[in-house]
């Protein structure tokens, strides 16, 4: 049995203790309000009194050390510092406004028309990520994507199992050299080269996800097989070596290319013959309806808070790849795989329990943190600015939850495609 299994059963048997001795004290009408009262009580109260207590200093103890700590040594509390540390020194560090940043990102998502957009998509996908990196990491974790849960999973063991299965695909010696298009700030690469001993390099296009990326790797001692460098990933072959790595893939990154056969044919350039890409996209489904105005509110609330030029069709995703030249091994919508608990949007759907992510998605949520940040605004804690980044991710949340719940989109169309060798 694991430690944190029996970490967890002994909570349970405290909070159980505590349930029972208060459950006594109630019966007995016997609640000792003071030291005095204890002293003087018989000792079935005494006993009762001394088990509800110390239980409700254990079970207070445990709660403190999550909100200091968390489940991985990075608890609520130790974000929200990392987050206003940060954000203190953002503007001054990156040399950047925030407050302009995100007024110029919402201009570039003004029109309906795409095409600005696709033109512009490098400020695009930079001003994007500036201004969100920081929330993505304080409010979901280091991995930036979906996966649905099976049962008995957690969060956290959901996204390290989505990575992992991608990964399989590419089927790869420990030592193979590996690339990472649209990295993050790197927390899938960094899981995986645990797990695979591969040479990991990721790229993105943000010069703040780089240089946060490379401090993890060095923090958790990552930094010699894996590591993030900048570029722009419609331009691979001008950034690395033709036919340089063993295996490429892509976690719901590939989607902020104007034009996917851009984006796959750099990677076929940059891959060994013979190797394997493997990715997972976002796209619209067979269920998504232009005439239908919800789809349509859906995909621009999706495109607006994360991002993106513009959502296309699963097909396109597959005329694409193989216009490229690759062979296509296998490809498939995961959102609709069996044996799910928990569907990949529910992270995203209300709740009111205040000790999950859902919380915040709820009025009273999303209320109190646009508040709550105006107030950090006002107090030149955060950039001014900041709110409005967090009412765009907010806004991305409703067209993914939207967007899950009627199967329109999918964050998570897995393509396997294989260079070819060279014909002799």
């Known amino acids: 049995v694991s430690g944190r299994c029996v970490e967890g059963m002994a909570l349970q048997a405290t909070f159980g203790v505590a349930c029972a001795a208060g459950g006594y004290l109630k019966y007995v009408n016997k609640v000792p309000i003071s030291i005095s009262a204890v002293t003087t009580a018989t000792p079935d109260v005494k006993v009762a009194a001394c088990a509800a207590t110390a239980s409700v ?44 940043w995100i007024e110029e990102y919402n201009k570039l998502h003004a029109a309906e028309d795409a095409s600005e957009r696709n033109s512009d998509y490098a400020s695009l996908v930079n001003h994007y990520y500036e201004l969100a990196t920081l929330f993505y990491e304080v409010g979901w974790c280091p991995s930036f994507h979906f996966a649905y849960r099976m049962l008995g999973e957690s969060f956290m063991e959901s996204i390290r199992r989505h990575e992992y299965y991608l990964a399989g695909f590419l089927g790869l010696a420990p030592g193979s050299k590996v690339l990472d298009v649209g990295c993050g700030i790197g927390g899938p690469y960094r899981n995986i080269a645990r797990h695979t001993k591969w040479d990991i390099t990721g790229i993105t296009i943000n010069e703040y996800q780089v240089n946060r ?20 990933f419609m331009k691979l072959s001008t950034q690395f070596p033709k036919e340089s790595f063993d295996g490429v893939y892509a976690i719901e990154a590939t989607c902020h290319a104007p034009e996917r056969r851009g984006v796959y044919g750099e990677i076929f350039k940059v891959l060994k013959p013979g190797g394997v890409f493997a990715c997972y996209e976002w796209c619209l489904t067979d269920k998504y309806d232009k005439n239908n105005k919800v789809h349509r509110m859906y995909k ?77 605004e006002f107090l030149y804690i955060v950039p001014s600015g900041t709110s409005k980044v967090q009412i765009m991710l907010q806004q991305a949340a409703l067209g993914l939850a939207g967007g899950g719940i009627t199967g329109c989109f999918t964050p998570m169309y897995l393509m396997v495609c294989r260079k070819p060798f060279a014909k002799r």
């Open 300 to 376: 621009k609330q999706i495109e607006e808070g994360d991002g993106l030029p513009d959502l296309c069709h699963t097909s396109e995703c597959d005329q694409a790849i193989r216009d490229c030249g690759f062979e296509v091994i296998h490809r498939r919508d995961m959102q609709v795989d069996p044996n799910q608990v928990s569907p990949w949007y529910i992270t995203m759907t209300p709740s009111l329990n205040p000790f999950t992510q859902r919380f915040q998605f709820n009025m009273f949520g999303m209320f109190m943190t646009v508040w709550g940040l105006r107030l950090l």
């Open 57 to 100: 200093v254990v079970l207070g103890a445990n709660f403190l050390e999550y909100l200091a700590y968390g489940p991985n040594g990075n608890g609520p509390m130790a974000r929200v510092a990392d987050f206003v540390r940060t954000g203190l020194g953002q503007e001054k560090k990156r040399k950047i406004v925030v407050k302009d």
């Open 213 to 232: 990326a490379n401090t993890l790797c060095k923090a958790q001692g990552l930094d010699k097989t894996c590591r993030s460098v900048q570029g722009d």
